[in-house]
């Protein structure tokens, strides 16, 4: 299994529309989440941090969920400049900044 | 401004023929690593380190080198590059409160 795993779409959604991705990770211990955004053949960005009460930063949203060991996040009223790829990505335990990257999930909104 | 420059961004090279992609951070972050991205399977970690003369391997280390002699470079050698180290190549440095991983544009090399 591997260790961060994520849907790897491609998600194609018209502007305005809600959208949510999920990922699993596998380790029970790890202690910090995150979503990453990437552009295509640009670097990863950080977009959000993922918080055990969940979090909200304008039209995105992100829930973490321990006992099923999964992170989601939401994206409302989809923007065209959303269209991206989103990384999950996952500390190792006992390193903190030892993170695990998911695959990512491809988004693209259209007019 | 504070970023994470790679060098060459770019590269074309042969197999057998020693090459070096740098990186240097100038946010004074204590942890930098390595990753390649490959289609389908994200980015892999491959050599990390902790501070200055500390390094470790990560998931794929095979094949690859690194140096941590100064705290703003980190430097991937690959002694001997063979076709199947064709990839994206990202550096990544972050300090230890934030976690947040700083990436540099990236280095596309292919080996023929």
């Known amino acids: 299994r591997k260790e961060v795993e994520q849907d790897p779409g491609p998600f194609n959604v018209p502007e305005g529309a809600t959208v949510a991705f999920n990922c699993t990770y596998s380790n029970s211990a790890s202690q910090s989440f995150f979503w990453y955004r990437q552009d295509c053949r640009k670097e990863p960005k950080l977009l959000m941090s993922?918080?055990?009460s969940g979090n909200e930063d304008g039209r995105f949203t992100a829930q973490l969920n321990r006992a099923s060991q999964y992170i989601s996040l939401l994206i409302r009223d989809s923007k065209l400049s959303d269209s991206a790829t989103y990384l999950c990505v996952v500390n190792q335990p006992g390193n903190n900044n030892d993170m695990r990257f998911g695959a990512g999930t491809r988004l693209t909104v259209k007019p | 401004e504070a970023q994470v420059t790679q060098n060459p961004r770019y590269l074309i090279t042969v197999t057998g023929k020693k090459l070096t992609v740098t990186c240097s951070q100038n946010?004074?972050?204590?942890?930098m690593s390595w990753y390649r991205q490959d289609p389908g399977l994200g980015l892999r970690q491959i050599y990390y380190s902790m501070n200055v003369e500390v390094t470790d391997k990560g998931d794929v280390p095979e094949g690859y080198k690194v140096s941590r002699k100064e705290k703003r470079n980190f430097p991937l050698i690959l002694e001997s590059p063979s076709p199947n180290q064709t990839s994206l190549y990202f550096c990544?440095?972050?300090?230890?409160?934030?976690?947040?991983?700083?990436f540099g544009p990236g280095t596309r090399l292919t080996v023929l």
């Open positions: 946010m004074n972050h204590e942890y």
């Open positions: 990544a440095s972050s300090d230890y409160r934030s976690y947040e991983q700083f």
């Open positions: 993922v918080y055990s």
